[in-house]
């Protein structure tokens, strides 16, 4: 296929790969179910585990900066990109471990019998995270000759927050990318905690000599309220990419199966670094939020919306006497004391984003919890305040 497919279910937070493990997890006997006499049968999922697990994937997080010539990461970092891959639907055996393939797929060089080596890594900064999986295409220097056309990878993959085992996420993230086009399914519907993340991330397919490098970069900024704060020692996230070459190669499990997906282990975030996260979010969250209030459907009291009075006399005779199909909230003159409180809440919200570097810890991320969702679900909370306003009116 001559495209790139990136699929992603649920939302996380901060990622970055140096080195990968496993981590084994114990199958059922062959031919047993496992139960003991007087034991509760196991649920389906927990059956799935035992049954289908031989191990799962880890990946490490570190915290660094993508270079723009990200690829160059291959002959910089070497040791940072994770092969060991599996087959599709077989998570007991490992793909190429040789540690002579990997020095060999990242120098661009060696002879993989017409195997295709895949390797992850993953890294964030204080901005967003990036996925970055590097694909050898053996085929790629005579393809043109030959072909008059270029073995592009074709992928998906999914993210999933925290250890959960379920079989549905509630969040599902689809991205298509092939010869420059970029698009998302739109299954999905935006509200207080599910974005659409299509205007906001960055996905890039890199030529090296031997193969692709693909790059998938999302900011935090589609993420403010999953940020991986946790004071766990084990960080642990699910994630999972699928190539689909050579019958299909995975850093975890089978696609749409967030229980049998690789792990993400990230690291303890200093304070420095949390507190650099958030106050980029606020910022941010605070300038979205001012130019929405001034918006037409969200303004009170005039704003860069209202245009200079119209002289033209076809505008007057004929398109200004025309009804109003619309109405915005600041048109409801008993709801504009209602809007102009949830607008004043959050304009008081500016001294402290302006000194947030000096609080202490435990304040920055109190008022993070706070100032975030007061900013960014603005929309929200001004829908559901006039949603309680028009009912109030209909039933006094």
Not at 112 to 129: E, I, M, Q, R, S
Not at 327 to 338: E, K, M, R, V
Request: hydrophobic share 40%; with cysteine; proline share 6%.
């Amino acid at each position: 296929m001559k495209h790139l497919i990136f699929k992603m279910v649920g939302v996380c937070a901060l990622a970055v790969a140096a080195g990968c493990a496993t981590d084994d997890v114990a199958a059922s006997p062959e031919g047993g179910s496992g139960v003991r006499a007087g034991e509760a049968a196991p649920s389906p999922l927990q059956a799935e585990r035992k049954e289908n697990f031989g191990a799962k994937n880890v990946i490490d997080a570190t915290f660094m900066d993508v270079p723009e010539a990200y690829e160059t990461l291959l002959k910089t970092n070497p040791d940072d990109w994770c092969f060991t891959f599996r087959p599709y639907g077989n998570n007991s055996e490992q793909l190429w471990t040789d540690p002579a393939i990997k020095r060999s797929a990242v120098a661009g060089e060696g002879d993989f019998k017409g195997k295709h080596p895949t390797a992850l890594n993953v890294t964030c900064n204080a901005d967003g995270w990036t996925f970055l999986v590097f694909c050898v295409a053996p085929e790629i220097a005579n393809s043109l000759a030959t072909t008059n056309g270029l073995p592009v990878p074709s992928m998906e993959f999914f993210f999933a927050p925290g250890d959960q085992d379920n079989h549905k996420a509630e969040m599902h993230y689809h991205f298509y990318y092939g010869d420059g086009f970029f698009a998302h399914y739109p299954w999905s519907v935006d509200d207080r905690t599910w974005r659409n993340m299509e205007k906001n991330v960055r996905t890039e397919l890199r030529r090296v000599s031997n193969g692709y490098v693909a790059r998938v970069t999302i900011p935090w900024y589609e993420l403010f309220d999953k940020l991986p704060f946790t004071e766990k020692a084990d960080n642990i996230w699910r994630l999972q990419v699928v190539r689909w070459v050579d019958g299909g190669v995975t850093f975890g499990g089978v696609a749409h199966q967030v229980s049998r997906a690789g792990y993400v282990k990230f690291p303890n975030f200093t304070d420095a670094q949390k507190a650099e996260i958030m106050v980029r979010l606020l910022e941010k969250a605070l300038v979205d939020f001012r130019f929405l209030k001034d918006s037409p459907v969200y303004n009170y009291a005039g704003g860069w919306y209202n245009p200079a009075p119209r002289g033209e006399k076809y505008f007057l005779e004929h398109v200004e006497k025309n009804p109003r199909t619309w109405t915005n909230y600041g048109d409801d003159p008993a709801f504009q004391p209602i809007l102009k409180k949830l607008v004043d809440e959050r304009l008081a919200l500016e001294p402290t984003i302006a000194k947030f570097r000096t609080l202490a810890p435990a304040e920055q991320l109190a008022f993070y919890k706070k100032a975030s969702d007061m900013l960014f679900n603005f929309r929200y909370d001004v829908e559901d305040a006039y949603a309680k306003h028009l009912q109030e009116k209909m039933w006094k």
